[in-house]
Each structure stands twice: as structure tokens, then as C-alpha cells.
């Protein structure tokens, strides 16, 4: 919700703006049920630009602008999840004291709250405020939650958070007043790909298509190349849903059966024909079934901030939707609440695995600044 609006008045350009900058969240229908709580009701026929135009010359107060935001504003972001391990035991009191020292420092920048969900987990919920210039200026300014969690283990503390600047930043401050409640220089190991050659790149993202316990790889959906050469511009995506993309799709269908067959992909004519193209793998998503009930089917997509360098790392893990008969669709959704921490342990645990194996075994390997280290 818009609590703190970032303007004195807005003009009818600035709400007919708003009303046409999302036809998903402001289609006709929406647009006339607003006419409609003003005592106007409009022909199906009428067109968006009409129904917009006409609405924003209507008397506007400050409750009404406010709930015409919110109609805008899409509240259940769907953001991919980060984390780093930082290499030292916390407790829940330890964990309070940084958070309050946190807020003395930066007092009035975030709003921050606390909670203890499980045992080993504690749940810092920072609120802020994001402004999107690019965004139409009743809605440049929005309120933001990033919710951070502490996962709390003998040797390790993990942290894990939205894949966001905004997150990634309350963090680094976080490992700072770790570091100085615990008397020692204490540096986050995030998982990176970097000083990795390509087949070992590749050969991550293969281990992660296999080795998410108790999931069944059932299809690769698509995956998105990088080129070594910086003077190419623009990544090359693979969707193998697209159709008109045959070429590219043999590519991804390949893929597919090497991954499910245990066969060498860095063998394969159509990777070495990536490679010699100077192309290496930088994110994958695929589709997995549940080995137990419910079978529930499951995407995972893994990816990096930085695909060239292989840094950042983030994954999303999204449930297809069931028709009334159980059958699962290709429509999938965001995870129940309930179930994200689970399947987000699992992706991270895989991932950090997938890493030191190739790490153990890689005697080519540049040795990467930081890395996690497996369970």
C-alpha cells in the first residue's frame, strides 16, 4: 500500500497516466466498475483511452487517488530468492542485538521487525520505500517489504533474502554489525561461478537439473547463453515453448534428452556448437515432478545477476496449478508460504554441492574470490 505519496496534487494528465499504464490491472472492465461507484455506467463498447480519459477529469480526494494506486500496484511480487552463508553461529539474542544496532546506525532509512518463526530461524522483515522513475509519477514511489531470514546452524549462519540490490545491500550492513558484535572479519561466501571455464559452468547447471532431492527432472524448459566476446551485446535466449524458434529448440530438446538420459551434454554437437560460437550457459529452467505425494510438479529457475562473470546468484522455484481433477497444468504459481523455506533449503544445498564437486574434481579451476561451502 502507497502510505506516503510523493506529491502535493496530482493533475488528470497524471491519473489518466495511471489508469492507462497497466492494461492488465486497468483493463475496460476495472475502468468501468469505477465509473460505476460514481453513479456513471459506460457501453461494453466504450475504449480504454475513453473511459481513462473521462474518469480523470472527475473530482479526485485523497482516499479516492489512494485507492486508485492500490488497483495499479501489484503487491505479491514474485522475486527471485538469494543467499550467502556467513561462516559463524549465531543466536537469536545475537541476532536481536544486531538488528537494533543496525537500526541506531540507520535510523529512519529502513523500517525493520523481527520474528521467530522456528527454532533455527529467525524472520527480519525490512520495509522501504523504491522509486522507479520509469514508472508513471503517482506510482514512481511505492512501499516495499524484503523479507530476510537467518537460518541458524552449529557452524554457519545462512542467510537468505529477496534477489534484490535493496536486499543485498540491507545484508552487507547486517555481515558488518556481525562482524564487529563478534570481534572478527567475517566475509559472506556467496556462491559464484567465477575463474569456472565454460563445460565447468555448464556441468553446475547440469548437477542442478539432476540434484534436487526428491524431485524428478521431467523436462528442460529453457536456457539462456552468454557470450565470452563482451563485444556482443545481447545474451541468446533458448525457449524450447517457442515455436517459431525450431533451430533453437533442437537445441534445448537435446538438452532434454541428455539430461534425462545421464548422457555427457559437454559432448553433445549442439553444446559444442554453442562453444565454438564462444556461448556458455547462464541460467536454466526446468521442470521437475515430486517423487512423493502429493506430486506436485515444480519449475526451478537458476540464474545470476551477472550471467558473464557468474555472479550473484538467484533461483525461483514456482507450483503448477491443478485442474479440479488434480491433473497438474503448465499454469504455475508462486509456492505457499508454508512450503517455501523447505524447497529454497533444497536449491541452496544443491547448488552449493553442484560447486564443491566441481571444485574437488576440476583440476583446471581458477580458484573462484568466494564460494559456498556444502552441507
Same mark, same amino acid.
Given at each position: 500500500?502507497?502510505d506516503?505519496l510523493?506529491f502535493?496534487a496530482a493533475?488528470? $494528465?497524471?491519473?489518466?497516466?495511471l489508469?492507462?499504464?497497466? +492494461?492488465? =490491472?486497468m483493463?475496460e472492465?476495472v475502468l468501468?466498475?469505477?465509473?460505476?461507484t460514481r453513479?456513471?455506467?459506460?457501453s461494453?463498447?466504450?475504449d *480504454?483511452e475513453?473511459? !481513462?480519459?473521462d474518469?480523470?477529469?472527475l473530482?479526485?480526494?485523497f482516499?479516492?487517488?489512494t485507492?486508485?494506486?492500490?488497483?495499479?500496484?501489484?503487491?505479491?511480487?514474485?522475486?527471485?530468492?538469494?543467499?550467502?552463508?556467513?561462516?559463524v553461529?549465531?543466536?537469536?539474542?545475537?541476532i #536481536?542485538?544486531v /538488528?537494533r544496532?543496525?537500526k541506531d546506525?540507520?535510523?529512519g532509512?529502513?523500517?525493520?521487525? &523481527?520474528?521467530q518463526?522456528?527454532?533455527?530461524? /529467525?524472520?527480519?522483515n525490512?520495509?522501504?520505500?523504491e522509486?522507479d522513475?520509469?514508472?508513471t509519477r503517482?506510482?514512481q514511489r511505492?512501499?516495499r517489504d524484503?523479507?530476510?531470514?537467518?537460518i541458524l546452524e552449529?557452524?554457519?549462519? &545462512?542467510?537468505?533474502m @529477496?534477489a534484490t540490490e $535493496? !536486499?543485498r545491500g540491507?545484508v552487507? =550492513?547486517?555481515v558488518? $554489525?556481525?562482524?564487529?558484535?563478534?570481534?572478527q572479519?567475517?566475509t @559472506?561466501?556467496d556462491l559464484?561461478l567465477d575463474g569456472?571455464t565454460?563445460?565447468q559452468?555448464?556441468?553446475?547447471f547440469m548437477?542442478?537439473? *539432476?540434484?534436487?532431492?526428491?524431485?524428478?527432472?521431467?523436462?528442460?524448459?529453457?536456457?539462456?547463453c552468454?557470450?565470452?566476446?563482451?563485444d556482443v551485446g545481447?545474451?541468446l535466449?533458448?525457449d524450447?515453448e517457442?515455436?517459431?524458434?525450431? /533451430?533453437e529448440?533442437?537445441?534445448v530438446g537435446k538438452?532434454n #534428452?541428455?539430461?534425462?538420459?545421464g548422457?555427457?551434454l559437454?559432448q553433445?554437437?549442439?553444446?559444442?556448437s554453442l +562453444?565454438k560460437n564462444?556461448f556458455?550457459?547462464t541460467?536454466v529452467?526446468w521442470?521437475a515432478l515430486? &517423487?512423493e505425494?502429493p506430486?506436485?510438479?515444480m519449475?526451478?529457475? /537458476?540464474?545470476f545477476?551477472?550471467p558473464?562473470?557468474?555472479?550473484?546468484f538467484?533461483?525461483g522455484?514456482?507450483?503448477?496449478?491443478?485442474?479440479t481433477d488434480?491433473?497438474?497444468t503448465?499454469?504455475?504459481k @508462486?509456492?505457499?508460504p508454508?512450503?517455501?523455506p523447505?524447497?529454497?533449503?533444497l536449491?541452496? =544445498?544443491?547448488?552449493?554441492? !553442484?560447486?564443491?564437486?566441481?571444485?574437488? #574434481?576440476?583440476?583446471?579451476?581458477?580458484?573462484p !574470490?568466494?564460494?559456498?561451502t556444502?552441507a
Amino acid at each position: 500500500m502507497t502510505d506516503r505519496l510523493p506529491f502535493l496534487a496530482a493533475t488528470d $494528465k497524471d491519473i489518466f497516466d495511471l489508469l492507462m499504464s497497466s +492494461k492488465g =490491472r486497468m483493463s475496460e472492465g476495472v475502468l468501468r466498475g469505477i465509473a460505476l461507484t460514481r453513479g456513471i455506467i459506460y457501453s461494453p463498447k466504450t475504449d *480504454r483511452e475513453r473511459l !481513462a480519459s473521462d474518469i480523470s477529469l472527475l473530482p479526485h480526494d485523497f482516499a479516492s487517488l489512494t485507492k486508485l494506486i492500490e488497483r495499479r500496484e501489484y503487491q505479491n511480487r514474485n522475486e527471485k530468492r538469494a543467499y550467502v552463508d556467513v561462516p559463524v553461529s549465531l543466536t537469536h539474542d545475537e541476532i #536481536s542485538e544486531v /538488528v537494533r544496532n543496525y537500526k541506531d546506525e540507520f535510523a529512519g532509512e529502513d523500517e525493520l521487525t &523481527t520474528q521467530q518463526r522456528r527454532l533455527k530461524e /529467525v524472520q527480519l522483515n525490512v520495509a522501504y520505500d523504491e522509486i522507479d522513475y520509469s514508472k508513471t509519477r503517482l506510482i514512481q514511489r511505492q512501499r516495499r517489504d524484503a523479507n530476510i531470514e537467518f537460518i541458524l546452524e552449529n557452524d554457519r549462519t &545462512t542467510i537468505r533474502m @529477496p534477489a534484490t540490490e $535493496k !536486499a543485498r545491500g540491507v545484508v552487507d =550492513r547486517l555481515v558488518k $554489525k556481525i562482524s564487529q558484535l563478534k570481534l572478527q572479519s567475517l566475509t @559472506p561466501k556467496d556462491l559464484s561461478l567465477d575463474g569456472l571455464t565454460a563445460d565447468q559452468r555448464t556441468t553446475f547447471f547440469m548437477s542442478m537439473l *539432476r540434484n534436487i532431492p526428491g524431485y524428478q527432472l521431467q523436462t528442460v524448459v529453457s536456457i539462456k547463453c552468454a557470450s565470452g566476446d563482451n563485444d556482443v551485446g545481447e545474451d541468446l535466449e533458448i525457449d524450447i515453448e517457442e515455436k517459431e524458434r525450431a /533451430v533453437e529448440s533442437e537445441i534445448v530438446g537435446k538438452i532434454n #534428452s541428455v539430461a534425462l538420459s545421464g548422457m555427457n551434454l559437454l559432448q553433445s554437437e549442439e553444446y559444442q556448437s554453442l +562453444k565454438k560460437n564462444g556461448f556458455f550457459i547462464t541460467a536454466v529452467t526446468w521442470r521437475a515432478l515430486q &517423487t512423493e505425494r502429493p506430486n506436485d510438479l515444480m519449475q526451478f529457475d /537458476v540464474s545470476f545477476d551477472e550471467p558473464r562473470q557468474g555472479k550473484g546468484f538467484k533461483f525461483g522455484v514456482r507450483i503448477a496449478r491443478r485442474l479440479t481433477d488434480g491433473t497438474p497444468t503448465s499454469d504455475f504459481k @508462486p509456492l505457499e508460504p508454508n512450503r517455501q523455506p523447505a524447497l529454497w533449503s533444497l536449491v541452496e =544445498r544443491a547448488s552449493a554441492n !553442484a560447486l564443491d564437486e566441481i571444485i574437488a #574434481s576440476g583440476a583446471s579451476v581458477q580458484e573462484p !574470490a568466494e564460494r559456498v561451502t556444502a552441507a
